[in-house]
C-alpha cells in the first residue's frame, strides 16, 4: 500500500488533487481511497487530503501518520509540525518551489528524497492562475510506480471535463504533462 498526504492552503487544489490521483489510480488498474481533513475551512488556511493506493481492496479510513510520500503545494508549510510528523527516512517529498532540492533537504531528517517543482510558476505560464495542483499530480505520477501520465490525464479529462471549458481543460492537461516532464528522477 502506498500512502500520501498533500499539505496546501485552501483555495490551492489538495482535496481536487487528492480526488484526482484516486482516479488515476484507478486509471492505472488500482484500488484507491481519497479524503480531505480540514481545520478552519477558509482560503489560505492549512488543508491537508489523503491517498491511499493498493492492488487490493482497502478497508482502513483512518489518517496517514507515515506517509511514502508527501506533497506540498505551500512550501510555507514545510516546518509546520503536521507536515514534518510522521516523515521518515523511507519518505520522498515533493515541494513547489523554485528552489533546489539541496536547499529543502535541510528541514527533513537524513535520507528523505526531496524534490522540487515550480508548480506555481508552471501553472501560472500554462493556466494563467497559481493553482499548482495538476502540475504536482504531474509530477507525482512520475515518481509513483503505481501511476503514469496517460492514467493522470485521463483522470483529469473524467474529473474536469464535465465541469471546465475545453480550453481551460486542455490547459490543465499540459499542466499534468509539464509537471511530469519536469521533474528528472
Not at 505551500?74 to 539541496?102: C, M, R, Y
Not at 535520507?111 to 515550480?118: C, I, K, L, W
Not at 506555481?120 to 493556466?127: E, N, R
Amino acid at each position: 500500500m502506498v500512502e500520501i498526504r498533500i499539505h496546501g492552503r485552501g483555495g490551492q487544489g489538495s482535496v481536487t488533487m487528492a480526488e484526482l490521483l484516486s482516479l488515476a489510480a484507478e486509471n492505472c488498474d488500482k484500488y484507491s481511497q481519497a479524503f480531505p481533513h480540514f481545520g478552519v475551512e477558509r482560503r489560505g488556511a492549512p488543508v491537508i487530503a489523503f491517498i491511499r493506493i493498493d492492488s487490493s481492496f482497502m478497508q482502513t479510513r483512518e489518517q496517514i501518520y507515515h506517509p511514502d510520500y508527501v506533497i506540498i503545494q505551500d512550501a510555507t508549510l514545510v516546518k509546520e509540525a503536521e507536515v514534518q510528523n510522521g516523515i521518515s527516512d523511507k519518505t520522498t517529498v515533493i515541494i513547489n518551489s523554485t528552489l533546489d532540492n539541496q536547499y529543502w533537504k535541510k528541514f527533513f531528517k537524513d535520507g528523505v528524497r526531496v524534490y522540487t517543482v515550480p508548480a506555481t510558476d508552471l501553472a501560472v505560464s500554462i493556466i494563467g492562475k497559481p493553482i499548482v495542483n495538476t502540475v504536482l499530480m504531474g509530477a507525482f505520477a512520475k515518481l509513483c510506480p503505481d501511476l503514469d501520465l496517460s492514467g493522470a490525464r485521463k483522470a483529469v479529462k473524467a474529473y474536469l471535463g464535465e465541469t471546465f471549458s475545453v480550453d481551460l481543460l486542455n490547459k490543465n492537461l499540459e499542466a499534468v504533462s509539464a509537471g511530469y516532464n519536469y521533474l528528472k528522477i
